[in-house]
């Protein structure tokens, strides 16, 4: 079992940057693959963004290659996600989701653990 709390949202202005943080506890982190997701208001869940266990390939949703960038410290348990050169329609709750084994990144059912979410506002 695997804990994760993301942290870092908040009211940003078009243009403007983010980064998000996602605090991961309980078995070791490095073993697992760290996603993150989106969802706005009376829409589905979508992929943003991946990272593989090892750090070395790095999976992109639409619309946010050249803007979105995911890191992790596995010393720290933690995974970023960098968000820079934010639109309004980036505007969503934002979670941070743990990946066991497969090679499928994009697919939100892939996933065994989710945080809470965190909502990201940009404003116009």
């Known amino acids: 079992q695997v804990q994760l709390v993301e942290s870092g949202g908040g009211l940003v202005q078009v243009g403007g940057s983010l980064r998000l943080s996602c605090a991961a506890s309980?078995?070791?982190?490095?073993?697992?693959?760290m996603g993150w997701f989106r969802q706005a208001p009376g829409k589905e869940r979508k992929f943003v963004i991946a990272m593989s266990r090892s750090g070395i390939s790095t999976y992109y949703g639409d619309s946010v290659k050249g803007r979105f960038t995911i890191s992790r410290d596995n010393a720290k348990n933690t995974v970023y996600l960098q968000m820079n050169s934010l639109k309004p329609e980036d505007t969503a709750v934002y979670y941070c989701?743990?990946?066991?084994?497969?090679?499928?990144?994009?697919?939100?059912?892939?996933?065994?653990?989710w945080g809470q979410g965190t909502q990201v506002t940009v404003s116009s």
């Open positions: 309980g078995r070791t982190f490095s073993s697992y693959a």
């Open positions: 989701a743990a990946k066991i084994s497969g090679n499928d990144y994009y697919s939100w059912a892939e996933y065994n653990y």
